[in-house]
Each structure stands twice: as structure tokens, then as C-alpha cells.
């Protein structure tokens, strides 16, 4: 069956979402890879990970192998392999003078300099790489494409700051998903209603279909969605529980947001909801295989003395995230099928609810077109 031959011409814009191959093709990913990965901003942490000169602390996701290390006043990427036999050197987090490796004791510095090779007569000069690392609203980026300038037309945004925020929880796992599937997710508002009972009663499904607030660069989509007011009963207990607490903490208030999700389009995700931030980072493993790595940050104040509204949090982020990922691996599966018969099949998109994913496979389509 071709793309057209079931198109019944329902939409006077005839543009479609991405062939299925994409979702299944190692051509496409090395090309994703190098000219959408490669370039980055790429996520390395917060800032709240190594607040004092000499901490330091291992590195998963896009920059599994380095390590994020304070020296003098400032975070920087290092890697964690070591230049006489590339042993991993350090694991977990901690405080360090010196980064020693544990096979043959080569020592560096912060900055990443050898600075002793037992039994070498002169020093190597074999030298850590080293990164460099612009933070941006508490986190912190590499890569040649600078994050501030990706995400300017946020500058004004004062709630995005999250330099105040301390760790809550890290999770890693593997999906047998394209990467694509993850981000498409959280760039379409269509699904909510249908997906999500606990949160399509939180937020205002009126924002949805209309006047969202949202922004988007080339490489980037931004999106604004707000607490229905006065709030509803709750779609799930998570949600009333959450619900419960959010209004205990801001009585009589309506919380400023519901959420605002950032997608990088170099497979990175960062999402605000009130008093936390929770990052992503897509590591595609092969066409149907990701990695995933998400870090929890709370508000230091709430994580210090409101537990109750932490874990209200957590599970209502618990909900949404698992009841996405069943989306996903159900659009997967459907591409899976049509991929195996040789098929290929797109509907249009409905604007404004999936106007980011348009835009990512806008920026995907060009990156592959002219590579
Ligand atoms: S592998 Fe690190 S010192 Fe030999
Ligand atoms: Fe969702």
C-alpha cells in the first residue's frame, strides 16, 4: 500500500509524519547520529552534582565514560578512561585531589594534565580529554551548537532557572524503541485526553487545543501547559494525592504552570513541573533500542521539608512516564508490522496539538536530505 492510496485528503495540508523505514533503518541513525547527536547541546548534569572544588561524579546517557569534575569554581567534562590502557578510573561520585587510575596508578589533575606514570622516566604527556561546559539555568551543556544561543528565544523565561535544585533520584533503563518514539511523545498534546486520566483532569485541556504557549527554534520545541482552574477532582489517585499537596503548599493559588517541556531535538528532553525539573537524554543502542537516563531534581527547600510533596511527585511523574511509554511501544509496534510487510503508511498532523513533532521531523527531514 502506498502512503496515498489511504489518504482520503481529509487535511488541506498534505504534509505527513516520517516513513516508517526511519524508525527502523541503520542508515538513518548514523546519520541522526552524526549530524543531529554529534553537535549537540549535549546534557552532561546540574550544577547541584559537584558543588565544591574537587568533587566529581560518573557520567551515563550521551556522556557515559566522563566524568563531571569542580575545579577551581568551575564544572568540566573529563574522561574517564585512562590514557595508558584505557581502564575505566573512577565509578559513583565522590571527592578527589587527584584522578588516580586504580591498574598502574597514573595520576592526573583536575584539569585532566598526567601528572605522574610510576616508573616512566619522563612523563608521557598522555593528558585526560578535557570539555568545556556552559551552564545554562542550573545545567549544564557541551557541544559545538552553544546552548544559549539554541535556546534564546527562552531568555526570558525566569522560571526555567533551577540553580537552586538538588538531586532526587536517577533512573537508567533500556526500551526497545526507536529514539524518535520517546521525544515524539512529549511533542504532541493530541494524545493526553486519550492517555493519560490522571493528567488530562490536571491540566487545562482548553490550552491544549488553542492558545498554547510555545516556542521553537530549529532544533528545539518549548511548550507551556497550564493547571486547570479552579482544579477539578483528580483523574487517579496519584493525582489526588499530588493534587492534594500542591494545594496545601499554594492555597488559594493557582500554580503558575502544570508543566513546561523542553525538547532538544539531539535526544534530550527537560521538563518543569512545579518546585522540580527532570532531564532525559536518548542514547539510541540501534535503530530499535535506546537507552534511557533520567535525573529527578527538586527544589532544595521542598526537598528538604516537604517529603510529602516529593513523593506526590515522583508518582504522579511515574504514572505519566509509564503510560507514555506504552504509547510509544504501541506506535512502534504498528511501524514494526507495516515495516516487516514492506509497507509504508503517514497521517497529516493536527495543529496546533502536534505542531512540535512537526517541527522535529521538519529538522529531521532536512538533517537527512541534505546530510
Ligand atoms: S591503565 Fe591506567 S595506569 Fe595503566
Ligand atoms: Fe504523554
Request: aromatic letters at 10%; one cysteine or more; proline letters at 6%.
Given at each position: 500500500?502506498?502512503?496515498?492510496?489511504?489518504?482520503r485528503?481529509?487535511?488541506?495540508?498534505?504534509?505527513?509524519?516520517?516513513?516508517?523505514?526511519?524508525?527502523?533503518?541503520?542508515?538513518?541513525?548514523?546519520?541522526e547520529?552524526?549530524?543531529?547527536?554529534?553537535?549537540?547541546?549535549?546534557?552532561?548534569?546540574?550544577?547541584?552534582?559537584?558543588?565544591?572544588?574537587?568533587?566529581?561524579?560518573?557520567l551515563g546517557?550521551?556522556?557515559?565514560?566522563?566524568?563531571?569534575?569542580?575545579?577551581?569554581?568551575?564544572?568540566?567534562?573529563?574522561?574517564?578512561?585512562?590514557?595508558?590502557?584505557?581502564?575505566?578510573?573512577?565509578?559513583?561520585?565522590?571527592?578527589?585531589?587527584?584522578?588516580?587510575?586504580?591498574?598502574?596508578?597514573?595520576?592526573?589533575?583536575?584539569d585532566?594534565?598526567?601528572?605522574?606514570?610510576?616508573?616512566?622516566p619522563?612523563?608521557?604527556?598522555?593528558?585526560?580529554?578535557?570539555?568545556?561546559?556552559?551552564?545554562?539555568n542550573g545545567?549544564?551543556?557541551?557541544?559545538?551548537?552553544?546552548?544559549?544561543?539554541?535556546?534564546?528565544?527562552?531568555?526570558?523565561?525566569?522560571?526555567?532557572?533551577?540553580?537552586?535544585?538538588?538531586?532526587?533520584?536517577?533512573?537508567?533503563e533500556?526500551?526497545?524503541?526507536?529514539?524518535?518514539?520517546?521525544?515524539?511523545?512529549?511533542?504532541?498534546?493530541?494524545?493526553?485526553?486519550?492517555?493519560?486520566?490522571?493528567?488530562?483532569?490536571?491540566?487545562?485541556?482548553?490550552?491544549?487545543?488553542?492558545?498554547?504557549?510555545?516556542?521553537?527554534?530549529?532544533?528545539?520545541?518549548?511548550?507551556?501547559?497550564?493547571?486547570?482552574?479552579?482544579?477539578?477532582?483528580?483523574?487517579?489517585?496519584?493525582?489526588?494525592?499530588?493534587?492534594?499537596?500542591?494545594?496545601?503548599?499554594?492555597?488559594?493559588?493557582?500554580?503558575?504552570f502544570?508543566?513546561?517541556w523542553?525538547?532538544?531535538?539531539?535526544?534530550?528532553?527537560?521538563?518543569?513541573?512545579?518546585?522540580?525539573?527532570?532531564?532525559?537524554t536518548?542514547?539510541?543502542?540501534?535503530?530499535?533500542?535506546?537507552?534511557?537516563?533520567?535525573?529527578?531534581?527538586?527544589?532544595?527547600?521542598?526537598?528538604?521539608?516537604?517529603?510529602?510533596?516529593?513523593?506526590?511527585?515522583?508518582?504522579?511523574?511515574d504514572?505519566?512516564?509509564?503510560?507514555?511509554?506504552?504509547?510509544?511501544?504501541?506506535?512502534?509496534?504498528?511501524?514494526?508490522?507495516?515495516?516487516?510487510?514492506?509497507?509504508?503508511?503517514?497521517?497529516?498532523?493536527?495543529?496546533?496539538?502536534?505542531?512540535?513533532?512537526?517541527?522535529?521531523?521538519?529538522?529531521?527531514?532536512?538533517?537527512?536530505?541534505?546530510?
Open positions: 500500500m502506498s502512503q496515498h492510496s489511504s489518504n485528503g481529509t487535511s488541506a495540508d498534505c504534509s505527513v509524519g516520517l516513513p516508517v523505514s526511519w524508525y527502523f533503518d541503520p542508515e538513518i541513525l548514523e546519520i547520529r552524526r549530524h543531529l547527536f554529534a553537535a549537540g547541546p549535549r546534557y552532561a548534569g546540574h550544577v547541584s552534582l559537584v558543588p565544591n572544588d574537587g568533587d566529581y561524579v560518573t546517557g550521551q556522556q557515559v565514560g566522563r566524568l563531571l569534575v569542580r575545579h577551581n569554581g568551575q564544572p568540566q567534562l573529563i574522561s574517564n578512561a585512562c590514557r595508558h590502557r584505557q581502564a575505566e578510573m573512577l565509578t559513583g561520585s565522590g571527592h578527589a585531589k587527584h584522578l588516580v587510575c586504580p591498574i598502574h596508578n597514573w595520576a592526573y589533575d583536575l585532566g594534565r598526567l601528572v605522574a606514570a610510576p616508573h616512566f619522563e612523563n608521557p604527556c598522555l593528558d585526560l580529554e578535557r570539555r568545556k561546559l556552559t551552564e545554562w545545567l549544564l551543556f557541551e557541544g559545538s551548537q552553544p546552548i544559549h544561543e539554541v535556546l534564546s528565544p527562552l531568555a526570558s523565561w525566569t522560571e526555567l532557572n533551577t540553580s537552586g535544585y538538588v538531586l532526587e533520584r536517577i533512573d537508567e533500556e526500551h526497545d524503541l526507536n529514539w524518535k518514539a520517546f521525544l515524539e511523545i512529549y511533542l504532541e498534546d493530541y494524545h493526553i485526553s486519550a492517555v493519560h486520566p490522571g493528567f488530562r483532569a490536571f491540566v487545562d485541556t482548553n490550552d491544549l487545543r488553542g492558545a498554547l504557549q510555545s516556542v521553537g527554534g530549529e532544533r528545539f520545541f518549548c511548550e507551556q501547559v497550564n493547571v486547570r482552574w479552579p482544579l477539578p477532582a483528580a483523574g487517579s489517585p496519584n493525582f489526588a494525592a499530588y493534587q492534594r499537596v500542591l494545594q496545601e503548599m499554594l492555597p488559594g493559588r493557582r500554580p503558575p502544570a508543566a513546561i523542553i525538547c532538544l531535538f539531539s535526544g534530550q528532553l527537560i521538563e518543569y513541573y512545579p518546585f522540580a525539573v527532570v532531564t532525559t536518548y542514547l539510541p543502542l540501534s535503530p530499535t533500542r535506546t537507552r534511557l537516563r533520567t535525573e529527578y531534581y527538586f527544589d532544595r527547600e521542598i526537598a528538604e521539608m516537604r517529603r510529602d510533596y516529593v513523593a506526590a511527585g515522583l508518582a504522579v511523574l504514572e505519566v512516564t509509564s503510560e507514555d511509554h506504552t504509547a510509544a511501544l504501541q506506535l512502534q509496534a504498528g511501524r514494526q508490522a507495516m515495516y516487516q510487510l514492506g509497507e509504508n503508511s503517514q497521517g497529516p498532523y493536527q495543529v496546533p496539538m502536534e505542531q512540535g513533532m512537526r517541527r522535529f521531523h521538519d529538522c529531521l527531514r532536512t538533517i537527512v536530505e541534505n546530510p
